[in-house]
């Protein structure tokens, strides 16, 4: 951080044999100056007007040559410049004060040479000085006129006119303008025919144009650019010097100006006191905004108004009684610049190509080094490059083989090995997601769950019910497999989230009540039957493994003769207990005999255990006696006396034959319990096989009685599971108007839904059975309802 300094002011006197004495006095260090006006007689007796003024400054400049001036008030300014500090030279005063004599002297005579000409020349000495670095110089000059910008060296042949006006540009290098011409100048002669160029310029537009050239702000802009000629330093300076010369301070159009002079005045009343207002804002360090964009003055000297700039205000005043009114104005604007403080920092920049080539070095660097401590831990060949496609998919294949389980562990080879092997692991992961997505929207529609608009049209159709469940699914943790009660309807479900203990429980207690099937073989109610633990992985996995224990119940096919033989359908479906019995004689009569056979087995089985659990039970009671007894001997032998035998204790016959009962009775338990623990598992994986049945016997039976008495015979066809129709993807109500078309359509949809590999064919075919399954039983209910209503 630079440390703040304050803007330095200086005032020039312009040269008179006229000059004040009694008014404009200089303090001794030449640093101050003092105003006394003389009391205005004619205001009358009380006259509080302020007659006396003191402005303390950095510089009274009186007679001063132009080389001492230059020396006071540019010399350091632009030396910083050099070191990469932007500076900003102004002369602010009335017309005629000097401040184009200050700026750019005269040009027919040296000796009269403002700073411009001298800032240049310092510009190439100090480069002269430095041979260790290469620093380009760079020259502009603008001028704005009423609002309007014009580059002073447009007129150099390989310019060319501009077509597009001028416009004021800001990037975060700093503020530019579009369409000013910056020339590249080696040498001072170079630079000194670009100034001339401006000023002629300057001269001939104010003829042409009928400009007055004190009404124009000029500024002359120093671009300075040093690199260090060693090429490690990437680091480079930059700055700008801009030496300004503005328009005549005076107050204009007081006098009934018009025309051209009144709109002159305007811009450049308007324009100084936005300069005034930006510097004083600048100088107030709490202001965040600084209005610089008020005017085209201010805006293009943006970043060279106070901020990290070397600035110095030259207030170029007469030295007259008759313009002191005008110099008291121009000596407080000076002071007013004086309270702002800038923090001149230095412009560093970094050379991009150089820092490439440098870090390219180092690389080499490095990649040697790597190799050295490769050979040294005896390890080959390690490759550092980046890599290509194909180590890259051999990674991704890697990784993939890895979530597979086929590989156990990725080598670590080097860090980009490591950061490509996580790269891959996102890509297979995205492509998973991907791939799981896509595959349910080949199912399913999904709805989006924040799209209100489509969730609500659904539910008017009745495809989902308010919670988003579909309709006929219930949720926690049971579902209803086709065996709901006629009394529940789609959309009305229990809201009560009871779990699947309590709900099994509930409907225990209600059994017969609410089931219409209540056959003497069923010992467990039809709803209890419905209660099967239905997360979704699940059903597909109990289905798979019902499927398999119970594979001899296969069922009938649909174009079973029974069914040709059917006698026709009555006008009114018979009770459900009596078609019951009937569906167990006829199509559900082989399920039916397979439920009776498993039962008797499971039956058997639980009388054997019965049968078991007694015996344990006697043999335990004998070993309690015979323990007893052992007891009562030991003790009768302890109050006899022991006989001992070398060491040996010796027991009577009585004793040693109730230790042998005992072992033996300990070794019935053991072999008795073992049955039991066996007979045991037996018993759980019959109850289970028998569960299956009867589960199977209700669906069956449902499905039966559903397409005995409800669903129209040619429809029935197309909605059996293999059949065209998937009944689960289209509202009940559509199904009855489908034509030809849609089914072929559906069929289609089935054929994409083959499975990708062999190995999850079965899978697929479980599932989507089991899907056909559900689908189909949704449909039996919804069309019951449809029949009912
Ligand atoms: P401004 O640019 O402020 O309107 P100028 O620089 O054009 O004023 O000065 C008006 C005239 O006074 C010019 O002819 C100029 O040569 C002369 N002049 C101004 N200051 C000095 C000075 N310090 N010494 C000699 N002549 C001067
Ligand atoms: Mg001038």
């Known amino acids: 951080m630079g440390t703040r300094k304050k803007v330095h002011t200086f005032v020039r006197v312009k040269p008179t044999d006229d000059f004040a004495h009694e008014m404009i006095k200089y303090g001794d260090d030449n640093k101050s100056i003092d105003i006394h006006l003389k009391k205005d007689t004619r205001r009358g007796v009380v006259n509080n007007q302020q007659t006396d003024w003191s402005f303390k400054l950095d510089g009274v400049l009186h007679n001063a040559s132009q080389d001492l001036v230059y020396e006071t008030v540019a010399k350091d300014v632009v030396a910083q410049a050099l070191d990469g500090y932007n500076g900003t030279i102004m002369c602010y005063g009335q017309t005629g004060a000097g401040k184009t004599y200050t700026m750019t002297g005269t040009t027919e005579n040296y000796k009269h040479r403002g700073i411009l000409p001298r800032a240049l020349q310092q510009v190439f000495r100090m480069i002269e000085e430095r041979p260790t670095h290469a620093i380009t110089v760079r020259v502009s000059y603008l001028e704005i006129y009423n609002e309007s910008l014009f580059d002073l060296l447009s007129t150099l042949p390989y310019v060319g006119p501009s077509v ?59 671009y300075v650019e040093a690199h260090s000629r060693t090429l490690s330093d990437e680091k480079y300076i930059t700055s700008k010097i801009n030496l300004v010369d503005l328009a005549g301070s005076e107050r204009l159009g ?54 990290n700039c070397n600035m110095v205000l030259l207030t170029n005043i007469y030295g007259e009684a008759a313009q002191l009114e005008e110099t008291l104005s121009s000596l407080r604007f000076a002071s007013r610049m004086k309270l702002v403080t800038t923090e001149p920092a230095i412009n560093e920049k970094y050379d991009a190509e150089r820092m490439v080539k ?29 890599m290509d496609e194909i180590q890259i998919a051999e990674i991704n294949s890697q990784v993939r083989r890895y979530l597979e389980g086929t590989l156990d562990e990725i080598d670590i080879i080097n860090l980009r090995q490591i950061q490509e092997v996580f790269n891959q692991f996102r890509v297979v992961l995205s492509q998973q997601e991907q791939e799981v997505e896509s595959a349910l929207r080949r199912k399913y529609t999904l709805i989006d769950k924040n799209d209100f608009a489509a969730i609500s049209a659904v539910q008017k159709a009745g495809l989902v019910d308010v919670d988003g469940h579909l309709v006929g699914e219930p949720d926690g943790q049971g579902f209803g497999l086709g065996v709901t009660p006629f009394s529940a309807k789609p959309g009305k479900k229990s809201k009560s989230k009871k779990t699947f203990k309590e709900q099994l429980s509930s409907s225990a207690r209600k059994e017969g009540a609410s089931s219409p099937v209540s056959g003497k073989e069923l010992d467990v109610s039809t709803s209890k039957t419905q209660l099967t633990p239905s997360s979704k992985e699940g059903d597909v996995k109990d289905m798979t493994i019902r ?13 079973s003769p029974k069914e040709e033989l059917r006698p026709p359908r009555p006008s ?17 009569s082989e399920i039916n005999r397979i439920f009776k056979e498993n039962k008797s087995i499971l039956n058997e089985r639980r009388k054997r ?32 006396g022991e006989y001992e035998n070398k060491g040996l204790m010796i027991i009577d016959e009585e004793e040693f034959l109730l230790i042998l009962k ?41 499905i039966w009685y559903n397409e005995s008495f409800f669903i129209p015979e040619d429809l029935q066809v197309a909605l059996k599971p293999g059949g065209s129709i998937r009944p689960g993807m289209v509202p009940v109500s559509r199904i009855m108007s489908l034509g030809e078309d849609a089914q072929d359509k559906f069929s289609q949809l089935q054929q994409v839904l083959l499975p990708e590999g062999p190995d999850s064919v079965a899978f697929y075919n479980a599932k989507v059975k089991t899907e056909q399954k559900h689908n189909y039983l949704k449909t039996m209910m919804g069309l019951q309802q449809a029949h009912r209503k």
Do not use: W
């Open 164 to 222: 597009t006006p001028m416009t004021i540009v800001e990037n975060p290098q700093g503020v530019f303008i579009k369409g000013l011409s910056v020339h590249l100048t080696s040498q001072e002669e170079d630079a000194f025919s670009l100034l001339f160029e401006g000023e002629t310029n300057r001269i001939i537009a104010s003829h042409t144009m009928n400009k007055n050239s004190s009404r124009s702000h000029c500024i002359f802009t120093i």
């Open 254 to 307: 007081k006098s009934g100006s018009e025309g051209r002079v009144l709109k002159e005045a305007t811009y450049i009343n308007k324009s100084l006191s936005f300069l005034e207002q930006a510097i004083v804002a600048l100088g107030d360090q709490k202001r965040e905004h600084i209005p610089f964009r008020q005017c085209k003055l201010t805006h293009a000297l943006k970043d060279s108004l106070g901020g």
């Open 358 to 386: 440098n870090l390219e070095k180092e690389l080499a660097l490095l990649k040697q080094e790597l190799a050295i401590h490769d050979s040294l831990a005896n390890r080959t060949l390690v490759n550092y490059d980046p």
């Open 547 to 559: 499927e398999r224990e119970t594979s001899s119940i296969e069922p009938l096919p649909s174009d």
């Open 572 to 588: 009114t479906p018979p009770p459900k207990p009596v078609a019951f019995e009937d569906f167990k004689n006829e199509r559900g």
């Open 609 to 640: 255990a019965s049968e078991t659990t007694q015996r344990i039970n006697a043999i335990k009671r004998e070993m309690d006696v015979t323990k007893e007894a052992l007891n009562f001997q030991k003790s009768l032998r302890e109050k006899q």
């Open 662 to 702: 005992l072992k033996d009775l300990k070794k019935q338990y053991r072999t008795e319990y073992q049955d039991l623990r066996d007979l045991r598992a037996e018993i759980q994986y019959c109850q289970h096989l028998v569960d299956q049945c009867r589960h199977r016997l209700l669906t069956e039976f449902d």
